[in-house]
């Protein structure tokens, strides 16, 4: 595995005990006793589908137990506006203009385009920390064996689906646990016995029993929401059967269903689609309450830290209907849109005695803080070519939280998207692939944060000086081209 220079945990206290003059940062690395770390990244989960942020229909009292026990980040953005970009972004502290996978490439058949093993993961380094790391859930940045691995990216032990197509069905054939295919009886893409989101949480409860006695990194990308739309028939999607009344089925298409002539890729017909959302989310929430439980059960809940985030906005895809849910809140846009309703995620920060209750941060972060910020909560310096700056300070309230000059993403489906966060200003780029001359979206924030009033036509010069920093921001990627000049003919 590849070494990368950092302080050890035991030199920082030696330093920090022979230093008569101290920072609040080094204080609090002198006092910490290498917290455990878990990120609980849900999929597809719009801004307005939490109970605490104004949700109507779906109850979520263990996220809002996160939110009223520590801190809210009202400015947060995912890495991407789908799954595997986002995901390399948090791995690497890059965004999407320098982060390695900028977008979903498939791979047959199974998986997709793998991370390359060049680049320093935020596993990798705290494995090198003396962290015992584990991912259960939703990988897809690699196949079994290749460089992007899970194993091969920092993580010890991973369980779940390897690839995020796979993922689409909710009762599998398998799984994997690191290289070994884990064969579900009673379900082989025909019947529907074994709910797979069920075993991998087991699996994800396992680990902390395993390591109570070890600092470890627990990376929980779990699968729901995203489509297909399934839940197990239990006392939860019942409750919300009898809320939604007279439901109209979301109707099978060819390949939805399990059976001989399934498709993997497709989404399976339901009943009641809006009920079966609903049970999905709140069975999340269940699953973090299970984690709280554990950890309080083995004593661990103050010295560990738990970051919970969405990977993009809510998706409309095989019956989610997030009109009727309000699930983007106040922000225009869905999953695979660039404006706020596809980037920005509710962002929570628990972590007893040292993230003060009930609080909330306007700080402006984004996927790629994630490495830094665990590096420094770990006590051990982060790669200093990244993009990512450690919110460290704003978790605990200090006056030191360096700033984000801007926060840059692009997407490489519906004609090339380019995005740049400023401040208050925010710019979007559309149609990037074609067009002569791109059209640049220009929005306050400030006082439009639906994005409504598109100004660029009256801040010519602000258009222009985003324009060069999203210009800036991309770097060419011969794997996933963006700009007309690199892309092939």
Same mark, same amino acid.
């Given at each position: ?26 204080? &609090? *690395? ?7 770390? =878990? ?12 109970? &605490? ?17 520590? $801190? ?34 498939? #791979?047959?058949? !199974? ?7 060049? =680049? ?40 779940? @689906? ?7 069905? @909710? ?11 884990? *064969? ?14 069920? *075993? ?21 990308? =779990? #699968?729901?929401?995203?489509? +297909? /739309? ?26 939805? +269903? @399990?059976?001989?002539? $399934? ?23 269940? @699953?973090?309450? +299970?984690?709280?439980?554990? /950890? ?11 970051? &919970? ?37 509710? $962002? ?6 040292? *993230? ?63 995005? #740049? ?12 692939? %074609? ?5 640049? !979206? ?24 985003? +324009? %060069? ?12 081209? /963006? ?7």
């Amino acid at each position: 595995m590849l070494k990368y220079n950092f302080i050890p945990f035991a030199l920082v206290l030696l330093a920090t005990t022979l230093f008569s003059c101290q920072t609040k940062e080094e204080e &609090f *690395v002198e006092e910490a006793k290498k917290p455990n770390i =878990i990120f609980i990244l849900a999929d597809d989960l719009g801004y307005g589908d939490l109970a &605490f942020l104004g949700q109507q229909y779906i109850e979520t009292p263990n996220i809002d137990r996160l939110a009223k026990e520590g $801190m809210f980040f009202t400015n947060h953005y995912s890495g991407a506006t789908v799954c595997a970009p986002s995901r390399s972004s948090l791995l690497t502290g890059l965004h999407t203009g320098h982060t390695p996978i900028r977008g979903n490439k498939e #791979v047959q058949p !199974e998986g997709q385009y793998p991370m390359p093993d060049s =680049i320093p993961s935020v596993a990798t380094i705290l494995q090198d920390a003396g962290y015992k790391t584990g991912a259960f859930g939703k990988w897809g940045l690699g196949f079994i064996g290749t460089t992007g691995d899970p194993n091969q990216q920092g993580f010890e032990e991973f369980y779940g @689906y390897n690839c995020q197509r796979y993922a689409h069905r @909710y009762y599998p054939a398998h799984l994997w646990h690191n290289s070994d295919k884990i *064969v579900l009886e009673g379900n082989g893409w025909v019947e529907k016995t074994v709910y797979a989101p069920d *075993v991998i949480q087991k699996e994800t409860i396992t680990f902390i029993e395993n390591n109570k006695d070890n600092p470890f990194f627990l990376f929980m990308p =779990i #699968v729901m929401p995203h489509a +297909e /739309l399934a839940a197990p028939e239990d006392e939860i999607i019942q409750k919300y059967r009898a809320k939604f009344a007279d439901e109209k089925p979301h109707p099978a298409g060819k390949g939805t +269903e @399990y059976g001989p002539d $399934m498709s993997i890729i497709a989404y399976q017909s339901h009943p009641t689609p809006h009920a079966a959302f609903a049970a999905m989310v709140e069975r999340m929430d269940v @699953y973090v309450g +299970e984690v709280l439980a554990k /950890l309080e059960e083995l004593g661990l809940a103050e010295n560990t830290l738990i970051i &919970f985030a969405s990977d993009n906005g809510a998706h409309q895809e095989g019956g989610a209907d997030p009109d009727f849910f309000d699930s983007n809140g106040p922000y225009r846009g869905h999953k695979r849109d660039l404006y706020e309703g596809g980037v920005r995620t509710p $962002m929570i920060a628990w972590w007893p005695g040292k *993230v003060k209750a009930g609080s909330q941060s306007d700080h402006i972060s984004a996927f790629w803080d994630l490495l830094p910020t665990f590096a420094d909560v770990a006590g051990v310096k982060a790669p200093t070519n990244i993009d990512g700056i450690s919110f460290l300070p704003a978790m605990l309230e200090q006056k030191d939280q360096k700033k984000h000059e801007y926060l840059y993403w692009e997407f490489h489906e519906q004609g090339g998207k380019q995005a #740049v966060r400023q401040g208050k200003w925010k710019a979007v780029k559309l149609q990037v692939f %074609g067009a002569n001359d791109p059209k640049i !979206e220009l929005y306050d924030l400030s006082v439009d944060i639906g994005e409504e009033n598109d100004i660029a036509a009256e801040n010519p010069e602000k258009v222009k000086e985003l +324009e %060069g920093l999203m210009n800036a921001a991309h770097t060419p990627n011969p794997i996933f081209e /963006l700009l007309p000049s690199e892309r092939k003919k």
